[in-house]
C-alpha cells in the first residue's frame, strides 16, 4: 500500500493507482475535471492518452509546486496533491481556454468553462467538433477489443484529423464510447468523426 496525502486527507492506497483514480475513491476530495479519461467498462483496458491535459493537479514537492496529469501519474509514498489550489485552477483554466479556442461552440466543453468560471475567449475562434485526443483511434486499434483498425489519422490542407474507413468499420460503437466531446456517431454503416472545416475546403 501507499500513503499520500490529497487535499489534506490521509489515504492510502493499491500501489500503481493513479491520482485521479485515488482521488475518486476519497470523500472530502476536490473533484478532478477530465475529457479524455474513458470511464466505460468496455473501454477499461484503454491506458489514458494525457491528451486533454485538465486533469492537472498540484504536488508539492520539496516545498516547490510541480504539475502532473492525474490520469497517467501514478501515487508515491509521501506524495502531497491538491487537486483545487488557486495555482490549479488558474492553469486548467488556461487549458480550457485552448480548448475553447479551437471548439468554441461544444457543449462539453462549455460546461467545463462554465464549472471553471471560464468566459468563452476573444478573437478568432473555431467551431471544430474534436480536440484531436486520439481516443477514438485508441479504442478502433486496440488490439484487446475488436482491433477493427478501420480508423487512420490523415492531414490535409494543413489540418490533422481522423477519418473512418467505411470497409473495415464493425459499427461496433467503441470509438462512439471512447470520444472525448461526444461527437462521434454510428451512421447506417459506419462511424462517422467530425471533420475539421479546414479539411473540408
Known sequence: MVTLTIDGVEISVQDGTTILDAARNVSGVGKIPTLCHINSPALSDLKPVKSCRVCTVEQVRDGRSVFPLSCVTQVREGMVINTNSDVVKERRKDIIREHLTRCSKEPVILELAKEMGVAIPEGDLQEEECILCGMCYRACNDPRGLAAEAISQVKQNGASYYQVDETKC??????????????????????????PKAAAK
Open 170 to 195: 464493425l459499427a461496433c460503437g467503441d470509438c462512439m464510447i471512447a470520444c472525448s466531446l461526444g461527437t462521434v456517431k454510428l451512421g447506417e454503416k459506419a462511424a462517422i468523426i467530425p471533420k
